[in-house]
């Protein structure tokens, strides 16, 4: 899996819409981009992914950047539930069975009032 | 449609207790898998399931078993309950065995031993 980059933390007001940034300058041709988060004391929560155009679902959008070496997880309306650690993940999907999620440190993402 | 479920949310036992920690989803997946996470070691991988009646071990399994005899239900048992089980326990599922598809896990079972 391709290593990525997240700064630590960041914040934003409440109503205003939350850019998370990701640097995956190593990511191969085939490895997509995930998206969970963990709120406190929650499991983890699948958010989106995408191998090269930007997705749009109900929670967010992801825009990757035409060489794919980075991208933004963009949360439009950012509440005050919205505040939790962010996890962007590369991996390259695969049929094993014993396959797991790697969470790196991730982003701390506080919703102010 | 309730997603992933694990019971009970806190546990405390006593070392060499045993118990089973539940867990149903209701999506009809075909995946499960059961993770543990302790502060900075991230998720690992302890028990997965390809299908109803067939389970293997991931990268943690020992002092753990597990059963899959429905497609909803997936416990995980600890056979004789130690301090280094203490823990936060998730149980995830996703529709089939490729892994592209977006996991869902439950909220966790927090259990310690004393």
């Known amino acids: 899996d391709a290593k990525t980059t997240q700064p630590p933390s960041m914040d934003c007001a409440e109503g205003r819409a939350a850019n998370l940034p990701c640097n995956h300058s190593?990511?191969?041709?085939?490895?997509?981009v995930y998206w969970y988060r963990q709120i406190h004391s929650q499991g983890p929560q699948y958010i989106i992914h995408?191998?090269?155009n930007n997705e749009t679902n109900e929670m967010a959008s992801l825009i990757i950047t035409e060489d794919r070496k980075s991208s933004t997880l963009i949360l439009p309306h950012a509440t005050l539930r919205d505040t939790a650690v962010y996890y962007c993940?590369?991996?390259?999907?695969?049929?094993?069975?014993?396959?797991?999620?790697?969470f790196g440190k991730g982003i701390t993402l506080s919703v102010r009032p | 449609n309730a997603g992933v479920t694990q019971t009970p949310k806190f546990q405390v036992l006593k070392t060499g207790q045993s118990m089973t920690l539940q867990c149903a989803q209701d999506?009809?997946?075909?995946?499960m898998s059961w993770y543990r996470q302790d502060p900075g070691m991230g998720l690992r991988l302890i028990h997965y399931?390809?299908?109803?009646?067939?389970?293997d071990q991931g990268e943690v399994p020992n002092g753990y078993n597990v059963s899959r005899s429905t497609t909803e239900d997936f416990p995980l048992r600890l056979l004789s309950a130690a301090p280094s089980q203490t823990s936060v326990y998730f149980c995830?599922?996703?529709?089939?065995?490729?892994?592209?598809?977006?996991?869902?896990f439950g909220d966790g079972t927090r259990l310690s031993i004393l």
């Open positions: 995830a599922s996703r529709t089939t065995v490729y892994d592209n598809q977006p996991q869902h």
């Open positions: 190593t990511i191969s041709g085939n490895e997509y």
């Open positions: 995408g191998l090269k």
């Open positions: 993940i590369v991996r390259l999907p695969s049929n094993g069975a014993n396959s797991k999620l790697t």
């Open positions: 999506m009809n997946h075909e995946y």
């Open positions: 399931s390809v299908g109803a009646g067939i389970t």
